[in-house]
């Protein structure tokens, strides 16, 4: 079955710029489904940051979509945030996650382990 | 935007039934999805499209959604129960359509 593995730095400077990867394995990243990262500041609850469909198509959370850029790499079969101008609120367990749809819907599954990025000088 | 509200906690004894809502407007004309999260570890589906279970998921596992408030219903409550449940859904009502998540829910097995 389809499972997701983040990578990426642990720590990022203020005003830097956050990156991750989210390798997908078990399945192709050109199947017919978006792929979404959503992100759990620590003791908090869950944020949307935005998806992307292999063809490039992209959609984001209106609240970060200003600094955010989500690709896709078909060839290695995986899928990148970038998150700009970060502060110490950007600091968060990230997750990848297949996003599922149907009808007018979509919900997330399977979701990666997550991976912490702290914003910290 | 749309929003989700959700209990902070709910507590509830071994063998019982537990409910968790997840509360809209008009959340009854929407499709909500439910996760479950254990301490330390990704969020799981345990409910989607209202009240459908992925494989894996125990029966004891269901869901409703009506009006103003959409139902997580874990019946027999055993111990490893004990996580955050999050409600969904996908938000297409605005001219910026996209996911919302409730603000979580604490159950605690007595």
């Known amino acids: 079955q389809v499972q997701l593995q983040e990578s990426g730095p642990g720590l990022v400077k203020p005003s830097g710029t956050l990156s991750l990867t989210c390798a997908v394995s078990?399945?192709?990243?050109?199947?017919?489904?978006?792929w979404s990262w959503i992100r759990q500041p620590p003791g908090k609850g869950l944020e949307w940051i935005g998806e992307?469909?292999?063809?490039?198509?992209?959609n984001y959370n209106p609240s970060l979509k200003s600094r955010v850029t989500i690709s896709v790499d078909k060839s290695k079969n995986q899928f990148s945030l970038k998150l700009s101008s970060v502060t110490a609120a950007d600091t968060a367990v990230y997750y990848c996650?297949?996003?599922?749809?149907?009808?007018?819907?979509?919900?997330?599954?399977?979701w990666g382990q997550g991976t912490l990025v702290t914003v910290s000088s | 935007s749309y929003v989700l509200t959700q209990p902070p906690s709910v507590s509830v004894a071994p063998g019982k039934t537990a409910r968790i809502t997840c509360g809209g407007n008009?959340?009854?004309?929407?499709?909500v999805h439910w996760y479950q999260q254990k301490p330390g570890q990704a969020p799981v589906l345990v409910i989607y499209?209202?009240?459908d279970r992925p494989s894996g998921i125990p029966e004891r596992f269901s869901g409703s959604n009506s009006g103003n408030t959409a139902t997580l219903t874990i019946s027999r409550v055993e111990a490893g129960d004990e996580a955050d449940y999050y409600c969904?859904?996908?938000?297409?009502?605005?001219?910026?359509?996209?996911?919302?998540f409730g603000g979580g829910t604490k159950l605690t097995v007595l």
């Open positions: 996650a297949r996003s599922r749809r149907g009808g007018n819907s979509g919900w997330f599954d399977p």
């Open positions: 078990g399945g192709s990243i050109s199947s017919s489904n978006w």
């Open positions: 992307i469909y292999h063809s490039g198509s992209t």
């Open positions: 008009n959340i009854g004309s929407k499709s």
């Open positions: 499209y209202d009240s």
């Open positions: 969904q859904v996908w938000d297409s009502s605005s001219d910026h359509p996209g996911v919302v």
